[in-house]
DNA sequence: CTGAAAGCGCTTACAG
DNA sequence: CTGAAAGCGCTTACAG
């Protein structure tokens, strides 16, 4: 009622046929002023080619007079297909995350799509229900995060169409870096410089590239007959680095390697503070290449994969997924490179 | 066709009521259960309290045995709310923009509103297209990008809900941040070190902030007496600060102030190029505080401002307009903090 | 308080 | 090729 007599108000005082009260035009508009059905407007704005060459022209240019955008919301209904894809992350702020959310948005936008990021900052349940939330509005779903079980994300996938980003729930499309591969190169130049004793500072225990690479890890100390250790971060940030530390130290090993960047510059920093020299004592080395890494100081060697092209593919993939009506075969893992910088160097004993 | 029998060869072979094909429950399926009427169901799940409270019992069990999820774009239709805000910036890589990002999203999905992000990397008219096409889709737009003129910002608001973020467009709701008091923070404490003559290193010609900090140098000049000259940088990233630095140093300034962090950083990385000491000879400082600031060696003076804050309070001001609808009162600018690092020190003759 | 009807802006078999 | 009709899943005056 209210909201009648305002728009009402607001209308301009003509006796015009009634408005939408969006004020803008809808394919009714279009067809009277082109004088044919609205069924036809919808054929030829829809699927051109299904209408006469004349008729088609005739309805394009009323379109183009009335300004028309058709309703994303009212196409949905009838077809079930809501052109937008929703993308679930941790942790906006981590650096790796939005290089992916970036990728994702630009090959959604470059399709028609339309991206909602949704963050679950919080418990794992909170994201599931973030899900549950998001779920009628999407066609999709690009899943970036660590906290949902590997089951729970396969029954997501049941109802909609499901990507994972370095995860592979069983069934599940998913889009991963070479892990096997990061690894080996890193640990290929840590040898080359002499260390035997590597620590593994790990990722949030639900992360399934964090256990990746543990595991690579553990296969490259049996080819190089390596001694070394896994050592848990509570959490996949500058503060988990730091948190770390002290078993770093206390492990004796003469190189670490961080779950991710993050982790391994909050390591560098406390090691700063405590007088540890890097690499001279302690080599550190990390995962991502992320922004940052090559302004600490020792800049800090990594191992890069390109998250960009990760958001992209992980998009890609589930719209040939929507195509299709079934989940799409997995690309190769995608290929990393190692960026070796100041923060590692010969192993050393470090003195007691 | 096709999709039809795909649907129903997917479906339980019972012969069940026709199941909508989303395979979800609607308020029909929910009436059926409860014995009401779909408009009684529909009452009850919106606006609880117009309804007898048995009756609502009734269809809140049903609804939560047949875990009925609300279709929004169903509710979008005649309702005109699509419970969705976009927010649009030009790059999301940039730290600054992520920060506000992440504020936005918190405080939408706490009112229950979707987020949908669209990012404008290119031109100002491919950020006019990606709102254009946004329109219809949502209730309200966050605007925290520089590309567009004013006029056409304010174009864009007279048609839909709009609030922008460091900008301000002749009547239109914005959040800024208090550019006066933080150029007066950070000018103060260059005088404070014996500094004379100040570069500015703009950001891009059309953003506002950029403008702002600008003016405000001006008038700090002229309190303190000081040469102030502006720089252009031609983007506001780290290349930026590089491609200004050749000006920076033949401008024989003694202190330099980048519109934001990244830019700074260029900065000092060209001088740490060409062997020019910071701060010993040359006086670096930024805005934003962003990640990197405190790792970079020496680590940056900055002026840091709440972007999540900022988001945040876009995104609260923009529902409020869309309750009320009408552009709320522009609360105050948000205040700054000064953070004082190793880039600043005292002013010295720079060796020709 | 609740039912029956009309409508939001599209799409898509079904006829012709 | 195109029109007329029904329907997508909701909401909301209008009656009772």
Redesign the pocket.
């Known amino acids: 009622?209210t909201t009648?007599e305002t728009a009402d108000a607001a209308e301009p005082a003509s006796d015009a046929p009634?408005r939408?009260?969006?004020g803008r035009a809808?394919?009714?508009d279009i067809a009277e002023l082109a004088g044919?059905?609205?069924?036809?407007v919808?054929?030829a704005?829809?699927r051109p080619g299904?209408?006469?060459a004349k008729?088609e022209e005739k309805i394009r240019r009323a379109a183009a007079e009335l300004n028309f955008r058709?309703?994303p919301m009212?196409?949905a209904?009838?077809?079930g297909r809501t052109m937008t894809l929703a993308v679930v992350v941790a942790d906006i702020t981590n650096p790796v995350v939005f290089r992916t959310i970036r990728g994702a948005e630009r090959a959604a936008a470059s399709s028609n799509y339309t991206l909602v990021i949704a963050e679950s900052q919080e418990s794992g349940s909170a994201e599931a229900s973030a899900i549950e939330r998001l779920l009628p509005s999407v066609d999709g779903i690009v899943l970036a995060t660590t906290r949902l079980a590997p089951e729970v994300i396969a029954d997501i996938a049941g109802r909609v169409p499901l990507v994972a980003i370095n995860s592979r729930p069983p069934g599940v499309s998913s889009v991963v870096t070479d892990a096997a591969d990061a690894v080996s190169q890193l640990i290929g130049h840590l040898v080359a410089l002499g260390h035997t004793s590597i620590g593994y500072v790990a990722g949030p225990p639900t992360s399934w590239s964090s256990a990746q690479r543990w595991e690579a890890l553990l296969a490259e100390s049996e080819r190089h007959g390596l001694a070394v250790v896994e050592i848990p971060s509570g959490s996949p940030t500058i503060e988990g680095g730091h948190a770390a530390y002290r078993r770093v130290i206390a492990s004796r090993v003469t190189a670490v390697v961080g779950f991710n960047d993050l982790i391994a510059i909050g390591i560098m920093q406390e090691a700063a503070a405590a007088g540890v020299r890097v690499p001279d004592e302690l080599s550190v080395a990390g995962f991502d290449d992320i922004f940052g890494s090559e302004l600490i100081v020792p800049a800090l060697t990594t191992v890069r994969a390109d998250l960009d092209r990760a958001g992209a593919q992980a998009v890609e993939s589930l719209l040939a997924q929507i195509q299709d009506g079934r989940p799409r075969e997995d690309a190769e893992p995608m290929p990393t490179e190692l960026i070796v910088r100041g923060s590692t160097g010969p192993a050393s004993a470090r003195p007691l």
């Not at 044919?36 to 036809?40: A, D, Q």
Request: proline share 10%.
């Open positions: 009622m009648n009634k939408p009260r969006s809808t394919i009714y044919v059905n609205p069924s036809t919808s054929r704005l829809s299904r209408v006469s008729t058709i309703n009212a196409r209904l009838p077809t």
